[in-house]
C-alpha cells in the first residue's frame, strides 16, 4: 500500500520561510518522479514543482527563486524549501507521485497524500 505523508507546514510571516517534507512508501521510490501541488481556499489544485527520478527539477513561475525542491531516495522523502513566502503562497500543499513527469504536472499522478497546510500572514 502506497503511502505519501507530508509534514512540516504552519503558520509563518511574510518573508519567512518552511520547509515542507513528503514520507513515501509502498513504492520504488527513486524510480518516481515526485511534485508538490496546492490549493488555496476557493481555487483549484495547482502545480508548484516537480523533480524527476534523475533529479531534474521543474517550477511554476511563481515561486522560482523562491522554492526548492529536493529528494533523498536513501530515505524515501521529498522536501520542499520555501523561502520569501508572501500571503498568496497560503494553500493546502499536497505531495504526489507518478512514473511519468507529464502526468505529474496535469495532475493525473498515481498517488497522492493527504495534504499539509501553509499560511502566510501579511
Known amino acids: 500500500q502506497v503511502q505519501l505523508v507530508e509534514s512540516g507546514g504552519g503558520l509563518v510571516q511574510a518573508g519567512g520561510s518552511l520547509r515542507l517534507s513528503c514520507a513515501a512508501s509502498g513504492l520504488t521510490f527513486s524510480s518516481y518522479c515526485m511534485g508538490w501541488f496546492r490549493q488555496a481556499p476557493g481555487k483549484e489544485r495547482e502545480f508548484v514543482a516537480a523533480?524527476?527520478?534523475?533529479?531534474?527539477?521543474f517550477y511554476k513561475d511563481s515561486v522560482k527563486g523562491r522554492f526548492t525542491i529536493s529528494r533523498d531516495n536513501a530515505k524515501n522523502t521529498l522536501h520542499l524549501q520555501m523561502n520569501s513566502l508572501k500571503p498568496e503562497d497560503t494553500a493546502v500543499y499536497y505531495c504526489?507521485?507518478?512514473?511519468?513527469?507529464?502526468?505529474?504536472?496535469?495532475?493525473?499522478?498515481?498517488?497522492w497524500g493527504q495534504g499539509t497546510q501553509v499560511t502566510v500572514s501579511s
Open positions: 504526489a507521485a507518478d512514473p511519468n513527469l507529464i502526468r505529474l504536472t496535469t495532475m493525473r499522478g498515481d498517488y
Open positions: 523533480i524527476t527520478w534523475s533529479s531534474n527539477t
